[in-house]
Protein backbone atom coordinates (compact mmCIF):
# COMPACT_ATOMS: atom_id res chain seq x y z
CA UNK A 1 0.00 0.00 0.00
CA UNK A 2 0.96 3.90 -0.40
CA UNK A 3 3.20 4.55 2.34
CA UNK A 4 4.52 8.40 3.49
CA UNK A 5 6.70 9.19 6.11
CA UNK A 6 6.16 11.97 7.93
CA UNK A 7 9.47 13.43 10.29
CA UNK A 8 10.57 14.10 12.97
CA UNK A 9 6.98 12.45 14.64
CA UNK A 10 8.12 14.64 17.91
CA UNK A 11 9.47 18.08 18.42
CA UNK A 12 9.92 20.12 21.55
CA UNK A 13 11.69 23.23 20.64
CA UNK A 14 11.46 27.06 22.43
CA UNK A 15 9.56 29.72 21.78
CA UNK A 16 11.18 31.96 18.52
CA UNK A 17 12.39 28.79 16.88
CA UNK A 18 11.85 27.37 13.68
CA UNK A 19 10.78 24.04 12.74
CA UNK A 20 10.55 22.38 9.56
CA UNK A 21 8.72 18.94 8.71
CA UNK A 22 9.17 16.82 6.21
CA UNK A 23 6.55 14.80 4.58
CA UNK A 24 7.83 11.95 1.85
CA UNK A 25 5.69 9.69 0.09
CA UNK A 26 7.93 6.25 -0.25
CA UNK A 27 6.24 4.45 -2.71
CA UNK A 28 4.54 6.83 -5.25
CA UNK A 29 4.66 10.46 -6.91
CA UNK A 30 2.38 12.32 -5.01
CA UNK A 31 0.82 15.21 -7.50
CA UNK A 32 -0.87 16.88 -4.19
CA UNK A 33 -0.14 17.18 -0.75
CA UNK A 34 -1.87 18.39 2.08
CA UNK A 35 -0.48 19.73 5.22
CA UNK A 36 -3.65 19.53 8.49
CA UNK A 37 -3.15 20.54 12.07
CA UNK A 38 -5.23 18.76 14.88
CA UNK A 39 -5.68 20.06 18.08
CA UNK A 40 -6.52 17.28 20.88
CA UNK A 41 -10.48 16.01 20.29
CA UNK A 42 -11.08 17.82 17.59
CA UNK A 43 -10.84 17.31 13.55
CA UNK A 44 -8.67 17.75 11.31
CA UNK A 45 -8.09 21.24 10.03
CA UNK A 46 -6.95 21.90 6.57
CA UNK A 47 -3.96 23.69 6.13
CA UNK A 48 -2.61 24.15 2.94
CA UNK A 49 -2.17 22.22 -0.57
CA UNK A 50 0.93 22.00 -2.51
CA UNK A 51 1.25 21.19 -5.67
CA UNK A 52 4.62 19.81 -6.94
CA UNK A 53 6.48 22.91 -8.67
CA UNK A 54 4.03 25.70 -7.67
CA UNK A 55 2.48 27.74 -4.70
CA UNK A 56 0.19 26.40 -2.19
CA UNK A 57 -3.20 27.25 -1.15
CA UNK A 58 -3.75 28.14 1.94
CA UNK A 59 -6.72 27.99 3.75
CA UNK A 60 -8.74 31.26 5.09
CA UNK A 61 -6.88 32.36 7.96
CA UNK A 62 -3.68 30.16 7.91
CA UNK A 63 -0.71 32.48 7.53
CA UNK A 64 1.24 31.81 4.43
CA UNK A 65 4.45 33.55 6.36
CA UNK A 66 3.96 31.99 9.22
CA UNK A 67 3.56 27.95 7.89
CA UNK A 68 5.90 28.23 5.00
CA UNK A 69 5.12 24.90 2.57
CA UNK A 70 7.91 24.04 -0.23
CA UNK A 71 6.86 20.93 -2.51
CA UNK A 72 10.16 20.89 -4.45
CA UNK A 73 9.67 17.27 -5.61
CA UNK A 74 6.98 14.65 -6.43
CA UNK A 75 8.06 13.18 -3.38
CA UNK A 76 8.40 15.42 -0.79
CA UNK A 77 7.31 18.52 0.65
CA UNK A 78 7.85 20.45 3.73
CA UNK A 79 6.34 22.54 5.75
CA UNK A 80 8.22 25.10 7.98
CA UNK A 81 6.32 26.53 11.08
CA UNK A 82 8.63 30.29 11.47
CA UNK A 83 9.06 31.80 14.68
CA UNK A 84 6.99 28.93 16.49
CA UNK A 85 5.04 29.98 19.36
CA UNK A 86 3.40 28.62 21.99
CA UNK A 87 -0.12 28.86 20.48
CA UNK A 88 1.73 26.81 17.55
CA UNK A 89 1.91 23.26 19.58
CA UNK A 90 -0.45 21.09 18.07
CA UNK A 91 -0.52 17.86 15.85
CA UNK A 92 0.77 18.24 12.24
CA UNK A 93 -0.29 15.58 9.57
CA UNK A 94 0.52 15.51 6.32
CA UNK A 95 -1.17 13.78 3.14
CA UNK A 96 -0.08 13.10 -0.54
CA UNK A 97 -1.92 12.07 -3.11
CA UNK A 98 -1.76 9.94 -6.11
CA UNK A 99 -3.40 11.36 -9.42
CA UNK A 100 -6.58 12.99 -9.42
CA UNK A 101 -9.04 14.68 -6.65
CA UNK A 102 -10.60 11.38 -6.58
CA UNK A 103 -8.21 9.27 -5.20
CA UNK A 104 -7.71 8.86 -1.23
CA UNK A 105 -4.91 10.70 0.84
CA UNK A 106 -2.74 8.64 2.55
CA UNK A 107 -1.25 10.20 5.88
CA UNK A 108 2.19 10.35 7.18
CA UNK A 109 2.49 9.39 11.03
CA UNK A 110 2.24 13.15 12.20
CA UNK A 111 4.44 15.71 14.11
CA UNK A 112 3.51 16.30 17.27
CA UNK A 113 5.27 19.84 18.06
CA UNK A 114 5.71 21.84 21.41
CA UNK A 115 6.81 25.20 21.92
CA UNK A 116 7.81 25.89 25.13
CA UNK B 1 -23.43 24.57 8.48
CA UNK B 2 -20.55 22.01 8.33
CA UNK B 3 -19.58 20.76 5.56
CA UNK B 4 -19.46 17.25 6.58
CA UNK B 5 -21.41 16.44 9.93
CA UNK B 6 -21.02 13.56 12.28
CA UNK B 7 -22.32 12.63 15.22
CA UNK B 8 -19.57 12.51 17.64
CA UNK B 9 -20.38 9.50 20.11
CA UNK B 10 -19.55 8.07 22.33
CA UNK B 11 -20.54 4.93 21.09
CA UNK B 12 -19.53 2.43 23.96
CA UNK B 13 -20.97 -1.11 22.80
CA UNK B 14 -20.17 -4.59 23.71
CA UNK B 15 -17.81 -7.12 21.99
CA UNK B 16 -20.04 -8.49 19.66
CA UNK B 17 -22.42 -5.72 18.90
CA UNK B 18 -23.38 -4.07 15.97
CA UNK B 19 -22.92 -0.34 15.17
CA UNK B 20 -23.42 2.22 13.00
CA UNK B 21 -21.91 5.45 12.10
CA UNK B 22 -24.08 8.07 10.05
CA UNK B 23 -22.63 11.58 7.99
CA UNK B 24 -24.15 14.21 6.44
CA UNK B 25 -22.44 16.13 3.86
CA UNK B 26 -23.56 19.61 2.08
CA UNK B 27 -21.79 19.91 -1.32
CA UNK B 28 -23.70 18.18 -3.41
CA UNK B 29 -20.70 17.78 -6.23
CA UNK B 30 -18.40 15.87 -3.97
CA UNK B 31 -17.11 13.31 -5.72
CA UNK B 32 -15.54 11.04 -3.86
CA UNK B 33 -16.40 9.69 -0.23
CA UNK B 34 -14.39 7.48 2.44
CA UNK B 35 -14.08 6.33 5.88
CA UNK B 36 -11.11 6.62 7.46
CA UNK B 37 -10.15 5.14 11.25
CA UNK B 38 -7.93 7.71 13.53
CA UNK B 39 -6.47 5.99 16.58
CA UNK B 40 -5.47 8.08 19.79
CA UNK B 41 -2.55 10.19 19.20
CA UNK B 42 -1.89 8.83 15.40
CA UNK B 43 -2.45 9.39 12.06
CA UNK B 44 -5.87 8.60 9.90
CA UNK B 45 -5.56 5.43 8.24
CA UNK B 46 -7.75 4.90 5.11
CA UNK B 47 -10.41 2.01 5.95
CA UNK B 48 -12.49 2.32 3.12
CA UNK B 49 -13.75 3.62 0.20
CA UNK B 50 -17.56 4.27 -0.47
CA UNK B 51 -19.63 3.70 -3.35
CA UNK B 52 -22.78 4.25 -4.53
CA UNK B 53 -23.66 0.43 -4.93
CA UNK B 54 -22.28 0.41 -1.44
CA UNK B 55 -19.43 -1.74 -0.53
CA UNK B 56 -18.67 -4.59 2.21
CA UNK B 57 -14.98 -5.29 3.60
CA UNK B 58 -15.28 -8.35 6.07
CA UNK B 59 -17.33 -6.88 8.86
CA UNK B 60 -17.36 -3.63 7.67
CA UNK B 61 -19.77 -2.37 5.20
CA UNK B 62 -20.45 1.71 3.57
CA UNK B 63 -23.16 3.05 1.97
CA UNK B 64 -23.39 6.04 -0.03
CA UNK B 65 -27.22 7.93 -0.14
CA UNK B 66 -26.37 10.84 -3.39
CA UNK B 67 -29.63 12.08 -3.25
CA UNK B 68 -29.86 12.79 0.59
CA UNK B 69 -25.88 13.41 0.69
CA UNK B 70 -25.79 10.93 3.24
CA UNK B 71 -22.80 8.18 4.23
CA UNK B 72 -22.97 5.60 6.63
CA UNK B 73 -20.81 2.71 8.12
CA UNK B 74 -21.68 -0.19 9.72
CA UNK B 75 -19.64 -2.34 11.74
CA UNK B 76 -20.65 -6.06 12.50
CA UNK B 77 -19.52 -8.29 15.14
CA UNK B 78 -17.21 -5.47 16.64
CA UNK B 79 -13.97 -6.26 18.51
CA UNK B 80 -11.93 -4.43 21.15
CA UNK B 81 -9.70 -3.67 18.19
CA UNK B 82 -12.45 -1.45 16.77
CA UNK B 83 -11.92 1.20 19.47
CA UNK B 84 -10.94 4.11 17.61
CA UNK B 85 -12.57 7.50 15.92
CA UNK B 86 -14.04 7.03 12.82
CA UNK B 87 -14.20 9.75 10.37
CA UNK B 88 -16.10 10.36 7.51
CA UNK B 89 -14.32 12.07 4.43
CA UNK B 90 -15.87 13.69 1.43
CA UNK B 91 -13.82 14.61 -1.54
CA UNK B 92 -13.97 17.84 -4.10
CA UNK B 93 -10.57 17.73 -4.77
CA UNK B 94 -9.62 18.22 -1.61
CA UNK B 95 -10.88 16.13 0.61
CA UNK B 96 -13.47 17.71 4.20
CA UNK B 97 -13.23 15.45 7.15
CA UNK B 98 -15.86 15.25 9.58
CA UNK B 99 -14.96 15.75 13.16
CA UNK B 100 -15.36 12.21 13.98
CA UNK B 101 -17.40 9.25 15.81
CA UNK B 102 -15.85 8.20 18.81
CA UNK B 103 -16.01 4.02 19.28
CA UNK B 104 -15.14 2.34 22.42
CA UNK B 105 -16.11 -1.40 22.14
CA UNK B 106 -16.26 -3.28 25.68
CA UNK B 107 -15.20 -6.77 26.71
Known amino acids: GAVVSQHPSRVICKSGTSVKIECRSLDFQATTMFWYRQFPKQSLMLMAT?????????EQGVEKDKFLINHASLTLSTLTVTSAHPEDSSFYIC????????????FGDGTRLSIL | RKEVEQDPGPFNVPEGATVAFNCTYSNSASQSFFWYRQDCRKEPKLLMS???SGNEDGRFTAQLNRASQYISLLIRDSKLSDSATYLC????????FGAGTRLTVKP
Open chain 2, 89 to 96: VVNNNDMR
Open chain 1, 95 to 106: SARQGTGNQPQH
Open chain 2, 50 to 52: VYS
Open chain 1, 50 to 58: SNEGSKATY
